[in-house]
């Protein structure tokens, strides 16, 4: 009885000390190769490099789309921006909710102060104090919403880079919204049908608990059509949309001739929505 | 026997109490399987062999939502020369116009609430104004 019992300590201390020590000679014999954090790409097969600064990107690669908003084009024309709004509120079938709190913005206008709150607003030109500024989801590259949100129910269109939402898995959690640092996503507290005026039945609406936000116009951009905004203000050019990855295409032309701004570029998202102010 | 009289009755009265659901349903029409409206638009074919349909179509609808959404595959499906948007109010609802005569007759039956029209819209609602 007694050997039984020594045997079995031995055993026992033998087997404990074993069990402590294993992790660490797991972890020193591991091969590097597989570890998991080198040779990392984002989505656009861009290299995460870290202190390259958030102006510089690197080796792009894919579709990303992007737009360019001329802003000397649309001064002096609110009505243009009006104009733009209600064409994306008319495709996407966005409640017109009269309350600060729970309205629904997809595109909207806005103060310089409040579009651009890291460029200074102080003794700023005549132009654009009295002027508003269009705004959107800037379809980041690096965009902090996809990032918090605990479903994947906002992601980026990886052929497009567009940052795009399942409503059928939005849980309603709002964490997009604290990470959005340009107000760019708008919460349904209650059904929006009601407060819809007119609806478009080639495109659904939302339901009551689903964050919702501007979707570049992927529907339409499929049929070959541009996204609802920029048709709208068609006539004045000031609206331009393409692929930022393309040397060749239109936007590229301009964003390479023009001096653009981006909104709160220093956060390091990568905007691709751009500014000629 | 003992109490032929009040046994027998008794188990009758027992076996046709226990049977009730049976020869109930038999006799009554309220558990039949519904019949669903075909298109009123007197269209034939669907993406999918009507058995298939039955059995899977909210199989499919997932599958054209996450080809839509996840991977921009938004092109049309060409079933029998006919295109077909992927969607559930650009395809289905085309031809199968009333929602309450087709898609809830059967699953008011089966007793499922999926949310689709939580957010999707019948040609019915797209057509009235709301306010």
Same mark, same amino acid.
């Given at each position: 009885?007694?050997?039984?019992?020594?045997?079995?300590?031995?055993?026992?201390?033998?087997?404990?000390?074993?069990?402590?020590?294993?992790?660490?000679?797991?972890?020193?014999?591991?091969?590097?190769?597989?570890?998991?954090?080198?040779?990392?790409?984002d989505a656009h097969?861009?290299?995460?490099?870290?202190?390259?600064?958030?102006? +510089?990107?690197? !080796?792009?690669?894919? $579709?990303?789309l992007?737009?360019? /908003? *001329?802003?000397? @084009?649309?001064?002096?024309?609110?009505?243009?921006?009006?104009? +733009?709004?209600? !064409?994306?509120?008319? $495709?996407h079938?966005?409640?017109? /909710? *009269?309350?600060? @709190?729970?309205?629904i913005k997809w595109?909207?206008?806005?103060?310089?102060?409040? !579009?651009?709150?890291?460029?200074?607003?102080?003794?700023?030109?005549?132009?654009? @104090?009295?002027?508003?500024?269009?705004?959107l989801c800037n379809h980041c590259d690096e965009p902090p919403c996809v990032r918090v949100c605990p479903t994947k129910a906002t992601y980026i269109e990886k052929n497009t880079g567009i940052v795009s939402m399942d409503y059928h898995r939005c849980i309603g959690c709002r964490f997009c919204m604290m990470g959005c640092p340009y107000g760019a996503r708008s919460f349904n507290?209650?059904?929006?049908?009601?407060?819809?005026?007119?609806?478009?039945?080639?495109?659904p609406?939302r339901m009551?608990g689903v964050v919702e936000k501007c979707n570049f116009?992927g529907?339409?951009?499929?049929?070959?059509?541009?996204?609802?905004?920029?048709?709208?203000?068609?006539?004045?050019?000031?609206?331009?949309?393409?692929?930022?990855?393309?040397?060749?295409?239109?936007?590229?032309?301009?964003?390479?001739?023009?001096?653009?701004?981006?909104?709160?570029?220093?956060?390091?998202t990568k905007p691709s929505?751009?500014?000629?102010? | 026997?003992?109490?032929?009289?009040?046994?027998?009755?008794?188990?009758?009265?027992?076996?046709?109490?226990?049977?009730?659901?049976?020869?109930?349903?038999?006799?009554?029409?309220?558990?039949?399987?519904?019949?669903?409206?075909?298109?009123?638009?007197?269209?034939?074919?669907?993406?999918?062999?009507?058995?298939?349909?039955?059995?899977?179509?909210?199989?499919?609808?997932?599958?054209?939502r996450d080809?839509v959404l996840r991977d921009g595959?938004?092109?049309?499906?060409?079933?029998?020369?006919?295109?077909?948007?992927?969607?559930?109010?650009?395809?289905?609802?085309?031809?199968?116009?009333?929602?309450?005569?087709?898609?809830?007759?059967?699953?008011?039956?089966?007793?499922?609430?999926?949310?689709?029209?939580?957010c999707?819209?019948?040609?019915?609602?797209?057509?009235?104004?709301?306010?």
């Amino acid at each position: 009885m007694d050997k039984q019992r020594r045997k079995f300590l031995k055993i026992a201390g033998v087997t404990a000390l074993a069990g402590i020590g294993a992790p660490a000679v797991v972890k020193l014999t591991a091969s590097p190769v597989l570890a998991s954090s080198t040779g990392k790409t984002d989505a656009h097969g861009v290299q995460a490099e870290h202190g390259s600064g958030h102006g +510089a990107e690197s !080796a792009p690669q894919g $579709v990303r789309l992007g737009l360019l /908003i *001329d802003m000397r @084009k649309l001064y002096g024309h609110p009505e243009l921006l009006d104009k +733009a709004t209600a !064409a994306c509120n008319k $495709v996407h079938n966005i409640p017109a /909710i *009269d309350s600060k @709190k729970s309205e629904i913005k997809w595109i909207w206008k806005t103060p310089f102060a409040n !579009a651009f709150t890291d460029q200074t607003a102080y003794h700023s030109s005549k132009v654009t @104090k009295e002027n508003d500024f269009l705004v959107l989801c800037n379809h980041c590259d690096e965009p902090p919403c996809v990032r918090v949100c605990p479903t994947k129910a906002t992601y980026i269109e990886k052929n497009t880079g567009i940052v795009s939402m399942d409503y059928h898995r939005c849980i309603g959690c709002r964490f997009c919204m604290m990470g959005c640092p340009y107000g760019a996503r708008s919460f349904n507290w209650f059904d929006p049908r009601p407060y819809i005026k007119e609806l478009n039945p080639d495109f659904p609406t939302r339901m009551r608990g689903v964050v919702e936000k501007c979707n570049f116009c992927g529907e339409r951009l499929a049929l070959g059509q541009e996204p609802a905004c920029v048709e709208a203000v068609k006539e004045a050019g000031a609206i331009v949309f393409g692929d930022l990855n393309d040397p060749n295409s239109e936007i590229r032309q301009i964003l390479d001739k023009e001096h653009t701004i981006q909104r709160q570029a220093a956060l390091g998202t990568k905007p691709s929505v751009f500014y000629i102010v | 026997m003992y109490n032929k009289g009040t046994i027998i009755p008794g188990l009758i009265i027992f076996v046709l109490l226990v049977t009730f659901p049976l020869w109930f349903n038999a006799f009554s029409t309220a558990s039949d399987v519904p019949k669903v409206e075909l298109p009123p638009g007197g269209e034939k074919q669907c993406v999918a062999p009507a058995a298939e349909m039955r059995a899977s179509h909210m199989v499919m609808l997932n599958e054209w939502r996450d080809e839509v959404l996840r991977d921009g595959k938004r092109t049309a499906v060409t079933v029998g020369g006919k295109e077909y948007r992927k969607g559930l109010q650009m395809a289905c609802m085309e031809c199968h116009t009333n929602k309450e005569k087709f898609c809830d007759s059967c699953h008011l039956y089966t007793s499922v609430k999926p949310y689709c029209w939580d957010c999707h819209l019948t040609p019915g609602q797209a057509k009235k104004e709301t306010h």
